[in-house]
């Protein structure tokens, strides 16, 4: 007897609930950027591994894109950064192309992969390390500075 109801779902970031400045976040009508960025979601970088590799590979092309991101903000004095389409518009597909009760119950939950540029999810490792390092930091991106606040003092 074999029993496939297992009954996992998939959550984008362990089901917490992402906002911007307030506003929810619904994360299946965003694209993901370079498979480590949501759009329009500043300062926010997730991870993913591979279906069809080991995991851990996208997981270190993706830390490193990171890197690379946070020194480049620092070296223009960025506070903040985020994925932009400028209105473009996209063909979406799933995340993940994977048939599994749990991948396809769970795809109603998680961001689209578009079909060509950074907004293309790639499950090939090669491609990926070959265009991270040919990778524009600021290809799609919108930068910012933060507007200092005034804080009273409780003294």
Known sequence: MIITATGLNLQIFGGIALSVDGSPVDAPNRFIYKGYLIEGVPNAAWSVGYT?????????????????????????????????????????RPFFNLSSGYVTRGDAHMPRSGVSGPW????????????????????????????????????
């Open 52 to 92: 069809n590799a080991s995991w851990t590979l996208r997981a270190d092309l993706s830390a490193r894109a990171v890197v690379r991101l946070l020194d480049y903000m620092d070296r223009h004095g960025y506070t903040h950064a985020y994925p932009d389409r400028h209105g473009e518009e996209l063909e979406a």
């Open 120 to 155: 293309a999810i790639r499950h090939n490792y090669v491609l990926d390390f070959l265009a991270f390092h040919r990778d524009r930091i600021d290809e799609n991106m919108q930068f910012g500075i933060a507007k200092s606040k005034a804080v009273s003092s409780a003294a």
